[in-house]
């Protein structure tokens, strides 16, 4: 009978604990009434069907395009009028501080492209590159597959217009083929997407980014198009007349950053929230639709009258899809102008950056974040423990993950963070693999079909509400939830023990100094908790002296906090292309890579060697040595490591990595691709050169790590 009794009470005690903790049973935790009224008064406040409008009207007005097709480019006459609207906009809402503020780019206003052939005109859309003359560039049209050095083999395209199908997603953007073809004397180049990308119909068009300098009038066709052309190609020549009406000024660009700000009981601290307003097309769910959600959330917040403890600024950049000439890192340019340039005091004041991208549409049956590491823990406490926490309704069935996930490179985030700044953004690009993108970017991405029909409104006043409450969670908490315990695990998981040994590095001093920072890290995170903790049991208990206490020590702890992360961005973070990791990673790579040739060689298997291997080196631009002129090559390792172009980096910038020195060894690979049992000697003193290299530079990177791991673990203190 006693069993049974206890076994009822557990029960009825297990159900009192749910009820208590929110939606879908969160882990108890209690918070202030009066801080639930304002969440709740905040929820009710927030209207998506504003967002939608925003989004709509930046989507289908005339005048905020540049061209019949859409696209709302770097400085265009597109973007600056639509500057002012977004001005208006926030001065409406009840911003205040509201200003555009002009940063440098290059301009490119892509007015509008034809392509004729006969009496047929054809859809095509420009990219940033040469115009043509008024009257077009008449010439034959000749298809050369995918644009490959070896498609040229015995052609002579001298003045043509080269035609192209390419899959930008698993071989390359058109830079590469752009490139050849210019260096083969065609006069212009038209590419299909054959898959990878804009797969929804025939006649989608798509545009992706073009790093490279200023080269030969480039469009993109649609499929259908193409295969037509092809057809009548094989009955004799076509000619076509290509006309692209491309406004260029390098270096004399002038791009907008709107913002205005929401005051704060205290402005030493701030949370910044972006979106970026220029697009491809109509650009609907990129990045209409994340306009209007900043803008929604800043509508929402004034609406109901909360008043934060921080600054709220609200940020509508300008040039994210492309904003420069002659570098691998042309976007997110004003984002990096703006927190580099124009507020560079943000750094070490804003508690987070909260950004949007695409966030309308149902990806998959979850949403993610991605984010700075140092905010998996605060992502997840928030989350899944935290009762005043939206959850989806009636979308994303299996709800939010929150194992953590890197914030990558393709979007204004990446900016603020390589500059030091805590950031976050919907999940909008990898599925929860990080290696796979959703289908959406099969189908709508860049394209002529990212239009208002595909919007999800459910979606929408999700990430409206769940982003808003995160902002307001950051914002009443006294010390930031930042835990560097991140870094430890992503250095631990990184480490080849054995190879740091063999370059001659102290691994017991690396390890000393790792577990020093895991300790500090995991004492200064238990320091936030409890005093964030302790604020909310204080404001429970109405004991306002100890809030008062508590929010002063919070606000130490967050000053901690910010600037470690600071220094931490600085000390670790790297890139290996777009790929962002740990500096010591790049070499580790390049060494692990180049051993696995050597090993495939031995056997006389260059197969393995070039198809496994050899490709990826260098963060796969080996890839690209394969497939593409050396000509064409010089200039991707000029806009990577030219001693002349290294103020041309943005994010980039004090990121890269050392080059491995292979690209002849990778060429002669792919010209003896057929071999069998060949001799490779010569290739593998390449490899073996290259290793020697490249373990200097794993063991200066790791040496400095050691020392930088002691920084950290010192300043944690």
């Known amino acids: 009978m006693l069993k049974k009794v206890l076994s009822i009470f557990l029960i009825l005690l297990l159900c009192l604990t749910l009820i208590s903790c929110g939606d879908k049973g969160k882990a108890s935790y209690d918070v202030p009434q009066e801080l639930e009224d304002m969440y709740n008064n905040l929820m009710g406040s927030l209207d998506p069907e504003f967002a939608y409008d925003v989004a709509y009207t930046l989507s289908e007005t005339e005048e905020f395009h540049s061209s019949p097709l859409g696209g709302r480019n770097a400085g265009s ?110 006069a212009a180049i038209m590419s299909a997407q054959v898959s990878g990308f804009a797969e929804i119909a025939d006649d989608a068009l798509n545009c992706q980014d073009i790093c490279a300098p200023m080269s030969i009038p480039c469009v993109s066709i649609g499929l259908g198009d193409s295969q037509e052309l092809q057809e009548m190609m094989e009955k004799g020549p076509v000619t076509g007349t290509l006309t692209v009406d491309n406004d260029i000024n390098i270096d004399q660009g002038t791009t907008y950053n709107v913002l205005g700000k929401i005051p704060g009981k205290s402005s030493d601290y701030q949370i910044v929230v972006g979106a970026h307003y220029d697009v491809h097309f109509h650009g ?75 966030p309308a549409y149902e990806f998959d049956t979850y949403t993610t974040s991605y984010s700075a590491p140092e905010f998996y823990s605060m992502l997840d406490f928030f989350t899944n423990t935290y009762p005043l926490c939206p959850e989806p309704v009636e979308c994303f069935p299996d709800g939010v993950l929150t194992e953590g996930y890197q914030t990558y490179t393709y979007s204004d985030d990446f900016s603020y963070y390589a500059a030091g700044v805590p950031s976050v953004i919907n999940g909008f690009l990898l599925q929860k693999d990080m290696e796979n993108v959703f289908d959406f970017y099969l189908n709508y991405y860049h394209s002529n079909y990212d239009l208002p029909e595909i919007y999800n409104e459910n979606v929408m006043e999700f990430n409206l509400k769940y982003y808003t409450a995160m902002a307001m969670y950051i914002d009443q908490m006294p010390a930031l939830y930042i835990d560097f315990t991140s870094q430890f695990d992503r250095i631990t998981d990184s480490i080849n023990e054995e190879l740091m040994l063999e370059a001659g590095i102290d691994m017991d001093k690396y390890m000393e100094n790792l577990d020093m920072l895991h300790e500090n890290a995991e004492a200064l995170v ?63 790579s390049n060494i692990e890579l180049s051993r696995l040739v050597i090993g495939a060689l031995e056997e006389g298997d ?44 943005y994010w980039g910038t004090g990121k890269q990595f050392a080059q491995a020195k292979v690209e002849a060894a990778t060429r002669s690979l792919i010209e003896r691709y057929d071999e069998e049992n060949g001799d490779f000697t010569e290739e593998i003193n390449i490899y073996n050169t290259a290793i020697q290299q490249q373990m200097t530079v794993l063991k200066a990177t790791a040496d400095q790590e050691i020392l930088d791991m002691a920084a950290l673990a010192e300043m944690l203190i």
């Open 284 to 358: 609907f769910q990129d990045n209409c639709c994340a306009v209007g959600l900043n803008l929604a959330m800043a509508k929402g917040i004034i609406d109901s009258g909360y008043e934060p403890m921080n600054d709220i600024i609200f940020v509508i950049h300008g040039s994210e899809e492309w904003g420069s000439f002659g570098t691998q890192y042309d976007w997110t340019v004003g984002a990096w102008e703006m927190i580099n340039h124009q507020h560079p005091e943000w750094v070490g004041k804003t508690l987070s950056f909260i950004n949007f991208e695409l």
């Open 606 to 649: 260059v197969v393995t060697a070039c198809d496994e291997y050899a490709w990826q080196i260098n963060g796969v631009l080996e890839w690209y040595a394969m497939y593409f002129s050396p000509e064409v090559i010089k200039i991707q390792d000029h806009m990577f490591w030219g001693l002349d172009n290294q103020d041309n980096l």
């Open 526 to 588: 238990t320091r936030v908790t409890e005093v964030n903790d302790g604020y909310i049991k204080a404001w429970m208990d109405n004991d306002e002296e100890e809030m008062a206490a508590l929010y002063e020590e919070g606000r130490e702890l967050t000053k901690q906090n910010l600037e470690a992360f600071v220094f931490a961005q600085d000390a670790f973070l790297g890139l290996m292309y777009e790929a962002p990791m740990l500096r010591h990673e790049a070499p580790q």
């Open 77 to 186: 006459d597109a973007e600056h009028k639509t500057a002012e609207y977004l001005v208006d906009l926030m001065e409406e809402i009840g911003l205040t501080e509201v200003e555009k503020m002009g940063a440098q780019c290059d301009l490119w206003s892509n007015n509008g492209s034809t392509l004729k052939v006969g009496d047929t005109f054809y859809d095509v859309y420009a990219y940033p590159s040469k115009p043509t003359p008024t009257d077009g560039i008449t010439a034959e049209i000749v298809f050369m597959n995918d644009g490959t050095m070896w498609d040229y083999e015995d052609v002579d395209v001298t003045g043509k217009i080269v035609l192209v199908d390419i899959d930008q997603r698993a071989n390359w953007w058109i830079t590469y083929p752009m490139l050849e073809a210019e260096l083969q004397g065609a």
